[in-house]
């Protein structure tokens, strides 16, 4: 394993710190005590996105947070300081879901993984991160809800994401009653991949992501994309596509490598 280093050293007292470890970015949000999803902290985020978007290099990236609370959704502090402009809030309110939805996207198109790493709280748009991403690992102690409907606003955006990743009818269930459920029914539910104790929390996801960083870049790319772009289709149609995508897979250099070394029996050099 390689030293783990600060890709900007003078930026690791801001909203977000980063640390290298070989092919693997992690992203921690370092905002508590609820790491809300700010403007500011949006900002960050997308910013952070469209750089390793740009680097190759990078394989898998891990969103992880400071504190007891992975992230409490949107600051509404932050929202209800605006309820006094001259339009009651609404250029302000349309400013933060709109830029709560750039930064769910740019996770799903994000040519690599994004693990999410839950210790604490994760609740509305915090929720809505956790279920953006395309795995999440948990620790035991972890809680997960969609809360609006509790304080009259019902998490229509969260749900986006929360009825893409959790059965239908359990999505329905957190978002009708805004209840908090623990790590146990969350990967019941389908919103995470694996619960783990505390202690082990880091250790289990740098494993799940070197196991990641190790495969084909191109394919993991490739199939990446692929995967939400079919899920969106219907049957038929999900196939031709899905078809075309592995004929031109098949024909790219790292699928002669990769079938090369498993029929010589060695590692694959991916180029």
């Known amino acids: 394993m390689a030293d783990i280093v600060s890709l900007h050293p003078e930026e690791q007292r801001g909203l977000v710190l980063k640390e290298r470890a070989d092919a693997i970015l992690r992203l ?16 960050r985020l997308i910013a952070e996105l469209d750089a390793v978007a740009e680097m190759p290099d990078i394989r898998v990236v891990v969103l992880a947070a400071v504190g007891q ?30 830029l709560a939805t750039e930064l769910m996207l740019r996770i799903t198109r994000l040519p690599q993984p994004v693990i999410a790493e839950i210790d604490g709280l994760a609740t509305a748009a915090g929720c809505q991160l956790v279920a953006s991403a395309d795995l999440a690992v948990c620790t035991d102690t972890a809680t997960f809800c969609t809360p609006g409907v509790n304080i009259g606003l019902f998490c229509s955006t969260p749900m986006v994401a929360v009825s893409r990743a959790a059965h239908r009818k359990q999505a329905m269930e957190m978002l009708l009653t805004g209840e908090t459920i623990d790590a146990s029914t969350a990967k019941d539910f389908g919103l995470v991949n694996r619960i783990v104790p505390k202690q082990y929390l880091r250790q289990v996801v740098d494993k799940y992501a070197a196991v990641i960083a190790s495969k084909s870049p191109e394919a993991v790319k490739i199939g990446k994309q692929a995967f939400y772009r079919q899920a969106a289709m219907g049957l038929e149609e999900a196939y031709a596509f899905a078809t075309e995508v592995m004929v031109e897979n098949l024909l790219m250099e790292d699928a002669l490598e990769g079938i090369g070394a498993f029929l010589g029996k060695r590692m694959p050099e991916w180029k």
């Open 28 to 43: 921690t949000l370092n905002n508590p005590p609820t790491n809300a999803l700010s403007i500011a902290m949006m900002e």
């Open 69 to 98: 609370v992975f992230s409490a959704g949107h600051d509404l502090k932050e929202i209800t300081s605006h309820r006094g402009d001259g339009d009651q809030g609404r250029a302000f309110f349309d400013k933060t879901v709109r």
